[in-house]
Each structure stands twice: as structure tokens, then as C-alpha cells.
């Protein structure tokens, strides 16, 4: 699928806008958003169980974190992961930050049916690249 814009000559389209591809070299804009959009990130407790793991994700060379920003109840980072390998290191990122921010919150906070759930069931992931003018 293509997108058109104004601002392009004639003949120029736009590629697709998401997509969870691994991509080699790319750049990878993502985002995630905390269950039913709660603002767990008020607290700095939760703020740093997230950080501290996506620094991980930097130090143990899994990605390069290249930009990063944390609201209330979602977040974005830009980056570069290890052989384009996207889909490992956000779910890495996912699973690993759910289980630090359930063990800091109060007993059932997280609770879904019988199992807990941290994060909306998909992170938005896309390719910066396919931003670029074809």
C-alpha cells in the first residue's frame, strides 16, 4: 500500500507506515502502551523497573537505544537492534519490564482473567526507513 501527499512531486509515493519486519541496519521507532492506558509511569518505582530493562537491552549489546521518551502510560523509543532483530528485543524489553513492574505493584494489580498483563497485547513497531521517499 502506498500513501499520497501534497508534498510530493509528481510520481513520488510514500511506503507503507507500520510494519514488524526485522531489518538489518534499520532504525526501528516503537511503541507500547500500558494495559487499559494506565499511568503506572506516574511513579518512579515504575519509571526506573522500565529504564533499568531497556538499559539492559543497551548494555548487554542486544540494541542501540537511540532516543527514548516515557509518559505516563505509554512510551516510544528509537532503535537499532542487534541484526536487525526488532521482534526479539522489544519482546525481551516486554516481558521482562512486566514482570519487574508486577513485582514492585500491590498483589492482583495486573491481574487479567488468572494471569497478569502489564502491556496492551501489541507494541507498535515500525521502520524508520519507511519514512524515506521511494
Same mark, same amino acid.
Given at each position: 500500500? *502506498?500513501?499520497?501527499?501534497?508534498?510530493?512531486?509528481?510520481? $513520488?509515493?510514500?511506503?507503507?507506515?507500520?510494519?514488524?519486519?526485522?531489518? !538489518?541496519?534499520?532504525?526501528?521507532?516503537? !511503541?507500547?502502551?500500558?494495559? $487499559?492506558?494506565?499511568?503506572?509511569?506516574?511513579? $518512579?518505582?515504575?519509571?526506573?523497573?522500565?529504564?533499568?530493562?531497556?538499559? $539492559? =537491552?543497551? *548494555?548487554?549489546?542486544?540494541?542501540?537505544?537511540?532516543?527514548?521518551? =516515557?509518559?505516563?502510560?505509554?512510551?516510544?523509543?528509537?532503535?537499532?537492534?542487534?541484526?536487525?532483530?526488532?521482534? *526479539?528485543? *522489544?519482546?525481551?524489553?516486554?516481558?521482562?519490564?512486566?514482570?519487574?513492574?508486577?513485582?514492585?505493584?500491590?498483589?492482583?494489580?495486573?491481574?487479567?482473567?488468572?494471569?497478569?498483563?502489564?502491556?496492551?497485547?501489541?507494541?507498535?513497531?515500525?521502520?524508520?526507513?519507511?519514512?524515506?521517499?521511494?
Amino acid at each position: 500500500m *502506498t500513501y499520497h501527499s501534497p508534498f510530493l512531486k509528481d510520481g $513520488d509515493v510514500m511506503a507503507k507506515k507500520w510494519t514488524n519486519r526485522n531489518l !538489518s541496519g534499520a532504525l526501528h521507532f516503537v !511503541s507500547g502502551n500500558i494495559r $487499559d492506558r494506565r499511568p503506572v509511569f506516574k511513579y $518512579d518505582k515504575y519509571c526506573r523497573a522500565f529504564l533499568e530493562e531497556l538499559q $539492559d =537491552l543497551r *548494555t548487554k549489546g542486544k540494541c542501540k537505544i537511540i532516543a527514548f521518551v =516515557l509518559m505516563p502510560e505509554h512510551f516510544h523509543f528509537v532503535a537499532n537492534p542487534k541484526n536487525g532483530d526488532i521482534q *526479539t528485543a *522489544t519482546g525481551i524489553l516486554k516481558c521482562f519490564s512486566a514482570k519487574r513492574i508486577v513485582e514492585l505493584a500491590p498483589v492482583g494489580a495486573f491481574l487479567n482473567g488468572d494471569e497478569n498483563q502489564v502491556w496492551q497485547d501489541n507494541l507498535i513497531v515500525s521502520s524508520i526507513d519507511s519514512y524515506v521517499l521511494h
